[in-house]
């Protein structure tokens, strides 16, 4: 399958096939990440600029590593050390980064909708690193990645997303990709951050931690999206963590065979204690090392490669197919 987008903006727009496409294609990425020899040619000659407007440790390395692993040329542009803070336009930084042969704008932006925004104008593809409360596409990617090669399959599966719903882009990228693929989506935390209007999505809702926990076969934790919160939506931290936190006692209501998620930054002792942070059910770190294989999988459908036959050529032709796969532009 030829992927037919020009840029990664959301999940919301793609369809099941689609979303089922690229994580197929990380799969195959995935072996090539297990691999002595990690480097395969396809972005070979092409330039990913990182324009991380809002603070990133996993996204932009991970970024920064998938494209370096498919051989391109990477820039890293933090907004502080930028001509954004003498005033410039984020439109006059994308038309400067194209003027110096940028093919990819990896954007992550405080506001909902950036990417959307720079994707009318762009001649590079658009990659959607997070914005605002909106979506962050790549993560849901990586949580569905991380699900199905755990579960087998997502399709029927019990999944609760617990704690700040509201501000949270990753919710919302979790929560399309989960019901498009067949999920079962729980959304669940203080009512102030988890509104019924989510029902309307096609989730249950529900402000009881037990009922939340019970019978699902996933639990997602977020944490408190403070810097998008403009007012206070509960008294303080330590009555979220009282009423919301999972902690070794609350992992009793937890299937054993559940899987604890975060898609990190984790606040430890806020909305999950250390010993289940760092224990058995928790795959918060193969959640990043997946992270990587979704983002090489990413850059090299939008960049024209087929998914994912031409990477199933084997170990020793994989380096040759990935090149063939990739038409120049
Ligand atoms: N999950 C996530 O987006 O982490 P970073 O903010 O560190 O990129």
């Not at 950036?114 to 990586?142: C, Y």
């Not at 509960?234 to 009282?242: C, H, I, Q, V």
Request: aromatic share 6%; charged share 20%; net charge positive.
């Amino acid at each position: 399958m030829t992927w037919n987008h020009r840029h990664l903006l959301d999940l919301q727009s793609l369809s099941a096939s689609e979303i089922t496409s690229i994580l197929d294609t990380a799969r195959s990425f995935k072996t090539i990440n297990e691999r002595a020899v990690k480097r395969v040619p396809p972005l070979r000659g092409k330039t990913v600029v990182n324009l991380f407007v809002e603070p990133s440790t996993r996204t932009r390395i991970s970024f920064e590593l998938a494209a370096l692993r498919l051989s391109a040329d990477v820039i890293n542009f933090t907004a502080e050390s930028s001509s954004l803070k003498k005033g410039e336009t984020l439109k006059d930084t994308l038309q400067n980064l194209e003027a110096l042969n940028a093919d990819f704008i990896i954007l992550r932006h405080h506001a909902s909708g950036a990417p959307h925004f720079l994707s009318r104008f762009a001649k590079a593809h658009i990659v959607n690193a997070g914005d605002g409360a909106h979506e962050h596409p790549t993560q849901g990617l990586l949580d569905a990645f991380t699900i199905r090669e755990r579960k087998g399959r997502i399709d029927g599966l019990k999944v609760t997303i617990l704690g700040d719903i509201l501000y949270s882009r990753v919710a919302r990228s979790n929560i399309w990709a989960l019901l498009k693929l067949g999920a079962e989506v729980t959304l669940a935390g203080p009512s102030t951050l988890v509104p019924l209007v989510f029902q309307q999505w096609g989730c249950r809702v529900t402000w009881d931690l037990r009922k939340a926990l019970e019978g699902a076969d996933v639990v997602n934790l977020l944490r408190i999206q403070h810097e998008r919160q403009r007012v206070t939506m509960f008294p303080n931290l330590g009555e979220y963590t009282a009423l919301f936190g999972l902690n070794s006692q609350r992992m009793s209501w937890v299937k054993p065979d559940a899987l604890i998620m975060h898609p990190g930054p984790i606040n430890r002792g806020v909305e999950i204690e250390s010993d289940v942070a760092d224990g058995g059910q928790s795959v918060i770190l193969e959640q990043v090392n997946n992270g990587l294989a979704v983002r090489m999988a990413v850059l090299f459908l939008l960049n024209g490669g087929r998914a994912p036959e031409a990477l199933d050529a084997g170990p020793k032709n994989n380096a040759r197919s990935l090149d063939e796969a990739s038409p120049p532009k």
